[in-house]
């Protein structure tokens, strides 16, 4: 069976059992995180983390779903593709953005059939380009056919979920998968797809960490927690794309995935994560703008309020304890 960009929670846990005053202690603490992709509890898990307090996963059908449920206060805090959060700000949802990544730009791919003639994306023109609406490799496609000075309009883009998606392109019922890692590298791999292009630094987009407003206020052990959290994680995440080997096979167990897949995805599954700053949220504008253009927002989210820098520190201590290895 093919292996997509999340698998559905069972069930979703209660909220956090730390004092609301604080007057708690952090073993008291309870993190829910919300995620659409196994990858990250995986990478939690084998980085040997053990806190005082307790971490939660919940794994979702995607982004879309994982900030849902932070609205309805299921989770904690959740993370996924900029698209995906930047359209719930602009539907009203409350969040704050406390951390961003930067992931490798190889991890979104543009992929033909083995037997296509095509060469290059303005080959597509008028052509049917397979893609998850609203998703990163939405952003990606539509990114790039704005660089070659193209419009949405000369492509048709047929808006599936990644199983049709997948399924339509090994039928042949489509002449272009825009697609990520690994499901990628499955059809690469196993089918002979051929690659045509991946993302740049700029339509790769971002990954944002949120939470919901007033999340940080009233209890400093859940606040202390969750920035812990997140600077054990990043480092985690780095030590194993420093070792995208060793990596591979761990992830080849856990997903169940051939080796050369997990290689694949071990090597473009990747980021980077930079402290929230007025690049950060000149990017955000910008995603803000393909929403727009796209109609999936009418109007755009107040980039003033989306941001909260509290974790910033965090960021650069975890990056700086890996470069000083």
């Known amino acids: 069976m093919a292996f997509t960009a999340a698998v559905v929670a069972g069930s979703l846990l209660a909220g956090c059992s730390s004092d609301k005053d604080g007057s708690g202690s952090p073993k008291d603490v309870s993190l829910k995180v919300g995620i659409a992709t196994q990858f990250f509890q995986i990478a939690w898990d084998e980085g040997h983390n053990q806190p005082e307090y307790r971490v939660d996963f919940s794994r979702f059908d995607g982004a879309g779903p994982v900030f849902e449920a932070l609205g309805a206060k299921s989770i904690d805090f959740g993370f996924g593709s900029d698209l995906s959060i930047v359209s719930s700000q602009a539907n009203g949802a409350k969040f704050k953005i406390f951390a961003v990544a930067k992931p490798n730009p190889d991890w979104l791919r543009l992929l033909v059939p083995q037997n296509s003639a095509v060469r290059s ?14 998703s990163a490799a939405h952003r990606f496609i539509v990114g790039e056919i704005e660089n070659l000075g193209l419009d949405t309009d000369d492509f048709e883009l047929a808006f599936l979920s990644t199983p049709d998606a997948q399924a339509a392109f090994l039928r042949g019922d489509v ?7 690994p499901n990628s590298a499955q059809v690469e791999i196993g089918n002979g797809a ?15 960490f949120a939470a919901n407003q ?10 202390d927690a969750t920035k812990d959290f997140l600077k054990k994680f990043i480092v985690g995440l780095n030590k194993q794309k420093a070792d995208t080997g060793d990596w591979a096979k761990v992830l080849a167990e856990k997903i169940d995935l051939p080796l050369d897949v997990a290689t694949q995805f071990a090597k473009n599954y990747s980021f980077t994560f930079i402290p929230i700053d007025d690049s950060v949220k000149s990017d955000y504008t910008e995603t803000a703008k393909v929403l727009q253009e796209q ?11 989306a941001f909260d820098e509290i974790a910033n520190e965090a960021v650069i201590s975890a990056n700086g304890e890996q470069a000083a290895k």
């Open 194 to 208: 051929r690659l045509i292009q991946t993302a740049t630094e700029t339509t790769a987009g971002n990954i944002y």
């Open 295 to 305: 109609g999936i927002i009418k109007d755009a989210p107040d980039v003033a309020t």
């Open 214 to 223: 007033g999340f940080f206020e009233g209890d400093q052990h859940r606040t």
């Open 121 to 134: 994306l303005s080959e597509l023109k008028g052509k049917k380009i397979a893609v998850v609406r609203g």
């Open 175 to 181: 002449d272009a998968w825009a697609s990520w890692e």
